[in-house]
């Protein structure tokens, strides 16, 4: 493959099993779907917003539909996938809470990636312009952007604490692209790290 | 079971010269939903490209309402091109080059295969009404029956818009195991009743024509050709869209500056739609027209399964591939996307494609690029999937 994986649908990868069964919810044109399926040989399906998107993922030969994650979830039966993605989707979900707790219920596993809101350079930004912060990779007007639901990772912690799921793995994402392994509730990545990546376990078995 | 023979045609050639594919008659009664079974019966077919040695690159293009065997290649009774020649042949989505593609009359159909209009061998006249009522899953057995008779055990994929998607849907539901690949397009797992309340006043319109007798107009040497002109004229605006009529059309004036306070036809939008009836009537046979639009009518695949979809595709190892277009009101993106829906609640392999086209239902049949695209690519994939 020509293009090289960004650096947090990378790290996802890495955290899929071989030959496991994944779901990418928010698959755009399907790059990591593509890139599974290649690499470590995955059963991968996909939802897709764009009906740009999942025709491109179509004529690629990957089996992705054309669907909402906040209408369409809910469709999907429990524990039939063993990994379920959403990278850099759940801010632009317009009711997180509702998608979060139907990727536990449909994956025994899920891997969560989102941009960080506490990043230091947005805590300055608003302080310093008094006005919403606009950053490389939410790079929107306040008042026409798809990402209504933006948090930080202290947030989306706390969100997943309250959806009864476990944390098995946190990763900060760097700026550089790089990843380092973090402690969920520690400080200093919800003010340094560009973003974060998670893998979680719903608590109890459904 | 007789080896493959030259298919009869009740209608007249248009083009002797073209390609009449082939037709095999079978001694086993064909058994039927309605109950009853025909014997011997007879299905006309056409086949492009060529089988591979380990027989594993066939495809199955199964035909609408009013299409016929003839996919690509001068059709012999209309001396046109085929119906899907936009889809299939070489270099094309459907490739012949690399795919081996088969195509079936229908059970009930009127170019070969066995239908109301063909003789009757008890009693050496047309079937007329006595021909029992075929079901969409008649037609797939029929065509099942035909693999068998030309040892193709799987097919690579079954694929067909509208009437044709419901055979894919019901090849996927009865033979899982045959079918690698299902491509359904523009279709439904169901017919709504709005469909079937059109498929009635075509019905109608032909049985109200004096000339129809009681569906024995080929006995009594009358044709209900009016009848069947109205009906295919009903029909054929329920293929379009609004949008697309008013594009082609508008309130243009047919051969004339003003209008003409008669009733002749004023508007190119009638002229068009008497065309339309009037060159349908020459190939197609009206008892057929009303026992397909039946068959569409009864097409109900939950129904079949304890009223849920999902139960229908159970333990499928099929992939689907299910494609719909924007402005297509007889067979709406929804049931469409109901069936993906079903398909992700078996935890079967799907895509679904919506394509945006202001071409209506007859959109399949078009040059859509995007439809072209998402074919190659599906097809590409399962292709390699099983190294055909």
Known sequence: MARSLRPDLAAIAEMIPEGARVLDVGCGDGQLLEHLKTTRQVDGHGLELSQQNVNACVARGLAVIQGDADADLHEYPSQVFDVVILSQTIQATRNPRAVLDHLLRIGRRTAVSLPNFGHWRVRLSLALNGRMPRTRALDYPWYDTPNIHLCTIADFTALAAEAGADIERALALRADGRTHPMRSDAWGPNSFAEGAIFLLKPRQPL | ?388
């Open chain 2, 1 to 388: 079971m007789a080896e493959p023979a030259t298919p009869r045609f009740l209608r007249p050639l248009a083009a002797p010269g073209a390609e009449l594919g082939h037709a095999i008659t079978f001694d086993a009664p064909l058994g039927l939903d309605a109950g009853r079974s025909i014997a011997p019966w007879t299905c006309a077919y056409m086949t492009y490209g060529s089988l591979n040695a380990a027989r594993s690159n066939a495809v199955l293009v199964c035909h609408a309402l009013t299409g016929d065997q003839f996919v690509i290649g001068r059709h012999p009774v209309t001396g046109k091109p085929g119906w899907w020649t936009s889809m299939v042949g070489p270099g094309k989505p459907i490739d012949t080059e690399r795919f081996f593609v088969i195509c079936a009359n229908v059970v009930g159909g009127c170019m070969g295969s066995s239908g109301p209009a063909e003789t009757d061998p008890r009693t050496g006249q047309p079937y007329g009404l006595d021909f029992p009522l075929v079901t969409v899953r008649d037609m797939v057995r029929a065509q099942a029956a035909l693999l068998d008779a030309l040892g193709i055990e799987k097919l690579l994929c079954v694929t067909g818009g509208s009437m044709g998607g419901m055979q894919v849907l019901q090849w996927a539901a009865s033979y899982p195991d045959r079918v690698v690949s299902a491509m359904p397009i523009a279709t439904a797992a169901r017919h709504s009743a709005q469909n079937i309340a059109f498929h009635e006043v075509g019905r109608q319109a032909i049985m109200a024509d004096p000339d129809w007798r009681g569906g024995r107009y080929a006995a009594e040497g009358t044709q209900p050709s009016k009848g069947l002109a109205v009906a295919r004229m009903a029909a054929h605006i329920t293929y379009l869209s609004e949008a697309a009529l008013q594009r082609k059309f508008g309130r243009e004036l047919q051969d004339r500056a003003e209008i003409s306070f008669r009733f002749a036809p004023d508007f190119q939008v009638e002229s068009y739609l008497h065309y339309q009836g009037s060159s349908f009537v020459d190939r197609f046979d009206a008892n057929s027209y009303l026992y397909i639009t039946r068959a569409m009518d009864y097409f109900d695949l939950a129904a079949d399964y304890g009223g849920t979809l999902a139960e229908a595709f159970r333990g499928a190892r099929t992939r689907f591939c299910i494609v719909s277009f924007t402005s297509d009101w007889l067979f709406p993106t929804p049931e469409n996307k109901r069936i993906a829906h079903a398909l992700n609640a078996a935890a079967a392999t799907v895509s679904f494609v919506e394509i945006e086209s202001d071409r209506g239902h007859d959109a399949f049949l078009l040059d859509e690029p995007e439809l072209f695209a998402a074919a190659r690519g599906f097809l590409n994939s399962v292709a390699q999937s099983v190294g055909a």
